[in-house]
């Protein structure tokens, strides 16, 4: 990969890129006038953009790149403030002061969510197994602002590990979270998902597994939690609870310990 930053960029940006490609072990290429495709076609490697308000990853030329937004969490919370329900708190019964561990981290967004029930006295920790994913996760926790009281508090204290969730729930201890999550990538496409776009060329497609189930089981003190597609057939096959959302493509589950 190599890493270069937006068009006419600052002397911070360039200094940021230089810092960004040593944590990667790449290199940096200055931008210049260069376009993105006239980049790839050069160097015939993924791009990493340092952009003045955030990273952007090109796997390919003309690819849509992938970078971190928080997605649906931002109204989530909001509606929440507001006393309202979230489906993925209904499912998980997370509580003030409760330990989340998010197998399929991606963008972050249900783990921003249970960040902000748990609150200052609880865990959040994030797997991801894509080193590049994994990593701008993390850098776009510590730097994105929204308009949300606490905001900083409550992304910054999601712990990203760049882990294959089934050697990381082998190595923990029995009941070492309160709830252990699963959002794998869905079996059958949802076409309104456009946002994700550019994180489907870099996502795990691993399935889930009857060892893993059992793993989390053994690790999970009150739920093991599934996102999936509502046609999926995860939830019966690994005997999950399935909430039932008439209006919704996606439905959450839970294992009850």
């Known amino acids: 990969m190599i890493v270069t930053t937006c068009l006419r960029p600052t002397s911070l940006l360039t200094k940021q890129a230089q810092e960004i490609a040593t944590d990667l072990e790449s290199k940096t290429v200055a931008r210049k006038e260069f376009s993105i495709e006239e980049l790839y076609n050069q160097w015939n490697e993924p791009i990493l953009v340092v952009g003045k308000k955030r990273l952007e990853w090109y796997e390919k030329a003309q690819s849509a790149p992938f970078f971190f937004h928080p997605n649906s969490s931002v ?3 909001r509606r929440l403030l507001k006393g309202e329900h979230d489906p993925f708190c209904d499912a998980s019964l997370l509580l003030e002061g409760d330990s989340l561990l998010d197998c399929t981290l991606g963008m972050a967004s249900d783990s921003i969510v ?7 006295s609880g865990v959040v920790v994030g797997l991801e197994k894509s080193p590049i994913i994994a990593y701008l996760t993390s850098k776009g926790l510590q730097t994105n602002q929204q308009n949300i009281s606490d905001w900083t508090k409550i992304t910054n204290r999601i712990t990203v590990e760049n882990f ?3 050697s ?5 201890a029995d009941n070492s979270f309160d709830v252990v999550y699963f959002d794998p990538m869905f079996e059958t496409n949802i076409e309104a998902s456009s946002g994700i776009a550019g994180l489907k060329l870099l996502a795990n497609y691993d ?10 089981k ?15 057939e995860r939830f019966k096959k690994y005997g999950f609870t399935q909430l039932i959302r008439k209006t919704s493509e996606f439905h959450f589950g839970f294992i009850e310990k």
């Open 75 to 77: 109204f989530r919370i």
């Open 114 to 120: 249970g960040s902000f029930i748990v609150g200052d």
């Open 164 to 166: 294959d969730y089934k």
């Open 168 to 172: 990381y729930l082998a190595n923990l």
């Open 207 to 216: 399935d889930l597994t009857y060892e893993v189930i059992e793993q989390a």
């Open 218 to 232: 053994r690790v999970a003190r009150k739920r093991i939690v599934l996102k999936d597609h509502f046609k999926s």
